[in-house]
């Protein structure tokens, strides 16, 4: 069995493959330098097209899942029960090494060292994708209501970036509903991130929440 540490490792690794950068230049065009210069699913989307964003969207959704649904069960859970400090219950534990995990898949998206070696950028996408991923095998309920919210937000307004923060915000409030609703419990490792990953979702968007103050905010769709 695998190491905590190597298991974090492994999960950075495939979270920090650029697939947006990757797919843009199989088709001979830098994402970077084009549409809002961002490495992630939507510039793919507004850039490359339906088929090729559509195709860098499950990519990065794929990571966060990966490393929560596979990469995660690499671990030597008995030696993480047996350290303690994750939980004495094997069910915690694991719940604590998955959400880690997809964290470290979460934070590689954004900050990419692949981008850093064969792009010449530490700076990947906005973390959406591949955290719904994360928390689609951690939350899969919580998930699809954010979805629902992102896809209420898009077809009103058209702002991908609005879509996104709502989404986000709305995680900790779908846990909420969910636990004192219809009794489905969380660990607390997913209440945890669902609260905090809001708040990175904001500042990853900082420069569109400047643009949609500002009222310069690029919709879906819109040339």
Not at 50 to 58: A, E, Q, S, T
Not at 145 to 173: D, E, K, N, Q
Request: glycine share 14%; net charge positive; aromatic share 8%.
């Amino acid at each position: 069995m695998t190491s905590l540490v190597l298991v974090v490792a492994i999960s950075y690794l495939l979270g920090a493959i650029p697939f947006s950068l990757v797919v843009g230049r199989a088709l001979g065009v830098d994402l970077r330098q084009h549409g809002s210069g961002n490495a992630g699913a939507t510039n793919a989307l507004r850039v490359l097209g339906k088929g090729p964003g559509l195709l860098v969207f499950l990519l990065d959704f794929g990571k966060g899942l990966a490393a929560v649904a596979l990469v995660a069960r690499l671990a030597d859970l008995d030696a993480v029960v047996g350290a303690g400090w994750l939980g004495s219950r094997p069910a915690l534990a694991a719940a604590w090494v998955a959400t880690i995990a997809g964290t470290a898949a979460m934070l590689g998206h954004v900050f990419t060292v692949w981008g850093r070696l064969f792009f010449g950028s530490w700076k990947g996408g906005k973390g959406v994708a591949t955290g719904a991923g994360m928390l689609t095998g951690l939350a899969p309920v919580a998930v699809g209501l954010a979805a629902v919210v992102f896809a209420v937000v898009m077809a009103l307004t058209r702002y991908v970036s609005l879509g996104s923060i709502l989404a986000a915000v709305s995680l900790p409030l779908s846990l909420l509903a969910l636990h004192f609703g219809l009794g489905i419990e969380s660990p607390p490792p997913v209440w945890i991130f669902a609260t905090v990953v809001p708040a990175f979702i904001v500042w990853t968007h900082r420069a569109n929440v400047r643009r949609l103050l500002n009222g310069t905010e690029s919709k879906m769709g819109a040339k």
